[in-house]
């Protein structure tokens, strides 16, 4: 099996320094084969900001993967920088993580796509053309492999049609995302069949909270089985909070007492 380190949503420029330590203290103790970050790195895409988060993504573990989030663009008030070229602090600041953020071995594939739009505050979207990706990306991949992918925005938020269907139907077991800063482990059943389970991490070390206590997610998982631990904040330290099980059943997850 391998292990995921799931993060989301640091916002840096708006963290709490005793956080932003343990969480690396406890990322060092679980010592995860990736860690994954669906996006919002920082809290309004400022140089500063960016700086912050490189130097934080230098004292994790590696491999480090990640995709940005709404508050990783150019700001709103810079209307051309927005439109134009809304990616370029993050791509200048974090140039390692350059896209297609893509990590694999033998035993897991794990693919980013960002769904942030400039023309879109909040709100992300799926597309063909990340469709098209993901084709492309699984095309040689070992059937007995895992496949996970990560983004910002939940894909019931992001829009397309049914993005649920579209990536069951390219055989992902798992999908990563963040935005609401709530977590949530869940099950996902296609209408025409198959599933695959939802992780969404809150906040891990920011304070913008939205009545949930800072977080992150443990991920460990194989083409059979995934294992999904919540670390929750207790004031002091990260520890387990919940344990979600399940097993692919045919060509559907269900929870495994």
């Known amino acids: 099996m391998r292990t995921v380190a799931h993060l989301s949503d640091l916002h840096f420029g708006r963290t709490d320094p005793r956080l932003v330590a343990a969480l690396l203290v406890d990322l060092e103790r679980t010592h995860p084969d990736l860690v994954a ?9 400022r140089s500063h900001q960016f700086a912050e ?25 810079r209307p051309l920088n927005r439109l134009l070229r809304p990616r370029d602090k993050f791509n200048h600041h974090l140039p390692r993580h350059a896209f297609p953020s893509v990590w694999r071995d033998p ?15 909040k709100s992300g979207a799926l597309t063909d053309s990340h469709l098209g990706e993901l084709d492309r990306l699984l095309a040689d991949a070992p059937p007995e492999a895992a496949r996970m992918v990560f ?5 019931d938020d992001a829009g397309g049609g049914h993005p649920y ?22 099950p996902i ?16 070390c920011s304070t913008r909270l939205r009545g949930e206590s800072n977080g992150y997610c443990l ?13 929750g904040w207790t004031g002091e330290i990260f520890h387990p909070i919940r344990h979600h099980r399940f097993v692919k059943q045919g060509t559907e997850w269900r929870r495994r007492p």
Request: charged share 15%; proline share 7%; no cysteine.
């Open 53 to 77: 988060a490189r130097a934080f993504l230098d004292r994790l573990p590696p491999p480090v993967v990640l995709v940005p989030g709404n508050h990783d663009l150019s700001p709103l008030y």
């Open 151 to 155: 983004l910002h925005h939940p894909p």
């Open 107 to 121: 035993s897991l594939i794990a693919i980013g796509l960002d769904s942030t739009r400039s023309l879109r505050w």
């Open 189 to 204: 059943v296609a209408a025409t069949g198959g599933s695959m389970i939802l992780v969404q991490a809150s906040t891990a």
């Open 219 to 231: 991920v460990r998982l194989d083409s059979h089985q995934i294992e999904v631990t919540v670390q």
């Open 165 to 186: 269907e579209a990536l069951i139907a390219h055989g992902i077991d798992v999908v990563l995302t963040g935005h609401a800063h709530h977590a949530r482990v869940e």
């Open 37 to 45: 970050i669906s996006g919002d790195l920082t809290q309004r895409a």
